[in-house]
């Protein structure tokens, strides 16, 4: 299973690091990678009233915050904010200190931490805080398909930049 994740991984990768967008390309919605593009479907786009706990802003404060109350220190805290929901990338000194983190993002009551990808490399996690309930029903279905695999292109992309 690994692999084939790593496959999609490495697909998706090569088409969103060449550009893909909300419109996306001929060529991807028909061409080899067609059955990709109808499972993702599009880019989901910020609702207009979107909570400011959500907003990039209020991700990054949360996670400060939360770092603050832990007693740590966040070696690397970064947002995607490409795309709803934002994701939240963090990279702790160690992982008792990534423990701390998440015990104190579960205490926050805007946010709904249910996991993410991370371990391994370091203490560093690429994850998803906001409500379900929040997503705008007409888009849920494509947040679901495309939330995990964001999440594994974000987790790279944190070590890459290292």
Do not use: W
């Amino acid at each position: 299973m690994k692999t084939h994740t790593s496959l999609i991984v490495a697909v998706a990768l090569g088409l969103l690091s060449a550009g893909y967008s909300t419109h996306a390309s001929e060529s991807a919605s028909t061409g080899p990678n067609k059955v990709l593009y109808d499972y993702l479907g599009e880019p989901v786009a910020p609702p207009t009233d979107m909570d400011a706990a959500y907003t990039k802003e209020g991700l990054t404060h949360a996670m400060q915050d939360a770092a603050k109350a832990a007693g740590i220190i966040l070696t690397k805290l970064e947002i995607d904010d490409s795309e709803f929901p934002f994701l939240v990338g963090v990279i702790c000194a160690n992982q008792q200190d990534m423990e701390k983190l998440k015990d104190q993002i579960r205490k926050m009551p805007a946010y709904n931490y249910t996991g993410g990808v991370g371990g391994g490399r370091s203490a560093s996690y690429a994850m998803n805080l906001v409500h379900y309930k929040a997503y705008p029903a007409d888009a849920r279905r494509r947040i679901e398909h495309r939330l995990s695999l964001r999440e594994e292109i974000f987790f790279e992309k944190l070590h890459e930049k290292q």
